[in-house]
Nanobody
Framework: VQLQASGGGLVQAGGSLRLSCAAS????????MGWIRQAPGKEREFVAA????????YYADSVKGRFTISRDHAKNTVYLQMNMLKPEDTAIYYC????????????WGQGTLVTVSS
């Protein structure tokens, strides 16, 4: 599975962005997909994940109620809709494919930078 993330940018606090992650390969539908972020000087942090079927979603407490993850099997794409952004959401966002809890995903995208100004 090859992953290509896009959609990052600069936004003011309270604004919204939608990240996309396009996957190539026939096995996209077999994997849970997720987003993991890394802020400057901090460790990587799990953000959200969606099951292989798309019926279950999981979120970090820090983004619950603000972010929504979804996937489109027809387009081999996973999305992260981010609303009510905060400066502490500033990070490089990576999409990943995994079936083991996203502790060490085998497949990663290249990352897209999200900067939230106060």
């Amino acid at each position: 599975v090859q992953l290509q993330a896009s959609g990052g940018g600069l936004v003011q606090a309270g604004g919204s962005l939608r990240l996309s992650c396009a996957a190539s390969g026939r096995t996209f539908s077999r994997y849970a997909m997720g987003w993991i972020r890394q802020a400057p000087g901090k460790e990587r942090e799990f953000v959200a994940a969606v099951s292989a079927s798309g019926t279950s979603t999981y979120y970090a407490d820090s983004v619950k109620g603000r972010f929504t993850i979804s996937r489109d099997h027809a387009k081999n794409t996973v999305y992260l809709q981010m609303n009510m952004l905060k400066p502490e959401d500033t990070a490089i966002y990576y999409c990943a494919a995994d079936n083991n809890g996203f502790h060490s995903p085998p497949y990663w995208g290249q990352g897209t930078l999200v900067t939230v100004s106060s």
